[in-house]
């Protein structure tokens, strides 16, 4: 079922962490390993444990905002992943309990950046209108690679492969535009981006040119699901081309489809099911801040959960949890039914945000998928501002 090399180097690599251990000695391939998906919660909970409380330890040392938020916790402690959820919460805006990050932004530009960290990139937060954007600093390559691996892990499962041809639909331009061909490479396929000038005119003429040619695309990537977005808006997205160019999916043209965006409509995922026969689909969940947090296979089994814009929790780098804000701590959320807010806990070596409010809704819709998976499966994610919602990706044309 995974195409993963078994002797890859898996999870169970971190148990040679110590406290003395540098995070950047984890080696980010692990990150791929399927794994990570299928392994029972508590192991992988103690696992990743390990590497948060180093991450903690770190945040404190060296990075001005945490050894303030951290003032009254004893790092040298930490050991388990109960230990870092009691830790306080990490909010954008100012309350009673905690200073927010935007606050302290405005005061000090460098107060997120490590002090041992020379070059760095710096991407900052969507943000609406008025609002200080947070500046998350990347060490390079490490910060990016376990990402990386991370997305890799998911198109593992998709059965992306080096035989693959993938049509990129996200503006090279934007930021994070480099991350879909540095999954390419990883997973070995070949990578081409959309011209982000293309009408869906020109989109269908290109993927009809080279489906004729020697090298068919294969696989559509990080295209907007559909102009049923909140947004609505229109331009090139999944059902614009399928009425465009058809002809171009299915046989040895495109089999695969990763899809970005707000959520696929049960209109579109009718017309995968009814017309885009053997063709696996999957949609993405991620933020500016993380990527990535949740995906969903399209496809597949009908009894099975994860479908319908629900969306399996991705742990490994990042930890990503509903909860409730108690003031000075959050209270996780594990039941069927309930909603909450979306937390997440960032890997970095730059910039972690620990126990980070991300501003995100979505309800618990179980934890015992039929596909095996061991992770809680998400849904009805929401953002109060759609204009900041991300997919893996977050663009819409
Ligand atoms: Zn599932």
């Known amino acids: 079922m995974f195409s993963v090399n078994r002797t890859v180097k898996g999870p169970n690599e971190l148990r040679r962490l110590n406290r003395s251990s540098d995070l950047r000695s984890i080696e980010p391939m692990i990150f791929r390993d399927p794994e990570w998906d299928f392994m029972r919660p508590s192991e992988r909970d103690e696992l990743l444990g390990i590497v948060y409380s180093l991450l903690v330890k770190r945040a404190k040392e060296k990075i001005p905002f945490y050894a303030e938020l951290y003032k009254g916790v004893d790092v040298s402690r930490l050991a388990s992943m109960e230990d870092i959820m009691n830790l306080p919460v990490l909010r954008k805006e100012s309350t009673l309990h905690s200073n927010g990050l935007r606050e302290a932004i405005r005061e000090s530009k460098e107060v997120l950046k490590p002090v041992d960290v020379k070059g760095t990139s710096v991407w900052t937060t969507t943000g609406s209108t008025g609002m200080t954007q947070i500046p998350v ?19 593992d499962s998709l059965g992306i492969s080096p035989e693959d041809n993938v049509y990129d639909c996200y503006n090279p331009a934007h930021p994070g535009g480099f991350m879909f061909p540095g999954v390419c490479r990883i997973v070995g396929a070949s990578h081409r981006f959309k011209p982000p000038e293309f009408s869906v005119e020109d989109t269908a003429r290109e993927l009809r040119e080279w489906y ?83 995906y969903s296979p399209v496809n597949g089994d009908a009894g099975r959960v994860c479908k319908y814009n629900q969306q399996h929790l991705t742990f490994g780098p990042h930890y990503v949890f509903l909860g409730r804000d108690q003031g000075d701590r959050v209270a996780p959320i594990f039941t069927p039914g309930e909603e909450g807010e979306v937390y997440t806990i960032g890997l970095r070596y730059g910039t972690p945000l620990i126990l980070y409010k991300t501003g995100d809704m979505a309800t618990i819709i179980t934890d015992n998928c039929s596909c095996g998976r061991t992770t809680p499966v998400i849904g009805n994610i929401r953002r109060l501002d759609p204009e900041e919602i991300a997919g893996v990706g977050c663009r819409y044309d």
Do not use: C, Q
């Not at 600093?137 to 198109?155: G, K, L, S, T």
């Open 137 to 155: 600093h990347y060490a390079e390559p490490w910060d990016f690679d376990i990402e990386n691996y991370a997305v890799a892990r998911i198109w």
């Open 212 to 294: 004729n040619g020697r090298s068919p695309f294969t696989v559509l990537l990080a295209v907007p699901s559909s102009t049923g977005d909140p947004l609505g808006r229109k331009g090139t997205n999944l059902k614009t081309l399928l009425d465009e160019s058809m002809d171009v999916f299915g046989g040895h043209g495109i089999n695969k489809l990763f899809l970005i965006g707000s959520g696929i409509t049960s209109e579109l995922i009718e017309r995968i099911e009814g017309e885009l026969h053997g063709i696996k689909g999957s949609g993405g969940y991620g933020t500016a801040e993380h990527r990535p947090l949740a």
